[in-house]
């Protein structure tokens, strides 16, 4: 699918918008999950997600081949929609993003302040999508998907700069919402021949890609309820369960009250503030930390837009 050279030259044209994001070894985490922890700091990025990787080279190959190209519309919960405003932002070229009704309230703003054109339909980001695609081919706009080529080589650069910054690391958490990120690790790291499991994490109201590990196939469903937003998917793409089937160890399952103690635990531990789908692997490491114990376990903290009105009523009301 790639090379390390297109990797390396993936992590070039990233870091022209924005340099390396840390990774850093926290004691006070180690102390609490009884091994040694590794973090990488994607919420560090100008975006405060990781997802702006995979933005500024869908971005770039797209201005690149198609320069008249009218404009991009998708659909997110917010840090793929930021990706493609940032980098669109960069390139001239406009973007229209669809978000489900009741969407957080803050990204919706972060979208509109980097240019986005907004729309809300529907009641979850699956519906949002389809509307999505609707408006692509009514408006004659390039429908850019939460997962593909360059989004997966985009954000495998932080893996990348993860496993060269870091010492060898036997097991690395990563969140899953439609499988970018997953996706990108495991490509970094078959690259660069290493062993490090891979382990997904998903939350117990929206766990469509556990059920689909599990089954071999695709499974959907009904509902996607979490408050973890960027785990809230109903539908697996088939093109990222095939690669986490053939490359993770397994899919970790965490409540939303899990998900809450580790934002708190990052809070308290590391002054960094998490969103939910950010918290995620921390909270499965907690949950999973007699197995892991004597081990060197890597975190992908891979956002911190959190609405403050949720970070009071999920996090700090029930403490």
Not at 53 to 64: F, P, T
Not at 124 to 135: G, I, Q, S, T, V
Not at 156 to 174: I, K, M, N, Q, S
Not at 294 to 318: K, P, S, T
Request: aromatic share 6%; glycine share 10%; hydrophobic share 45%.
């Amino acid at each position: 699918m790639f090379t390390l050279d297109d990797l390396e030259a993936a992590a070039r044209l990233v870091h022209r918008a924005f340099p390396p994001t840390p990774q850093i070894d926290w004691p006070l985490l180690a102390l609490r999950a009884g091994t040694e922890v590794w973090v990488k700091h994607e919420n560090h990025t100008p975006t405060g997600a990781f997802k702006l990787r995979g933005g500024l080279v869908y971005m770039e190959r797209l201005a690149r081949e198609r320069p008249g190209v009218k404009g991009v519309v998708s659909a997110t919960r917010g840090n793929h929609g930021q990706s493609l405003a940032y980098a669109g932002r960069r390139h001239g070229v406009p973007v229209t993003i669809l978000v489900p009704r009741g969407n957080s309230a803050e990204k919706n703003a972060a979208m509109r302040a980097l240019g986005a054109r907004l729309i809300e339909h529907g009641e979850d980001f699956d519906a949002a999508r389809e509307e999505a695609m609707r408006l692509a081919a009514a408006e004659g706009l390039e429908f850019a998907p939460s997962f593909a080529r360059d989004l997966v080589l985009g954000v495998a650069t932080y893996a990348l700069e993860f496993f060269r910054g870091a010492p060898p690391l036997d097991a690395l958490y990563v969140p899953i919402g439609l499988g970018s990120g997953i996706c990108g690790c495991i490509l970094a790291r078959d690259l660069l021949g290493l062993s490090t499991e891979i382990i997904g994490v998903q939350s117990t109201g929206a766990p469509s890609y556990a059920l689909s590990f599990a089954a071999g196939q695709v499974v959907t469903t009904p509902s996607a309820a979490t408050r973890a937003d960027g785990m809230a998917t109903r539908v697996p793409d088939p093109a990222a369960l095939a690669i986490i089937r053939r490359g993770a160890a397994r899919i970790a399952i965490v409540t939303d009250d899990e998900v809450a103690a580790a934002i708190r635990a990052y809070w308290q531990d590391t002054h960094n503030l998490a969103e939910g789908a950010g918290a995620a692997p921390l909270a499965a490491l907690l949950q999973e930390h007699d197995a892991m114990r004597g081990r060197r376990v890597g975190l992908v903290l891979c956002g911190g837009n959190i609405d403050l009105d949720l970070f009071r009523d999920w996090v700090l009301e029930r403490a």
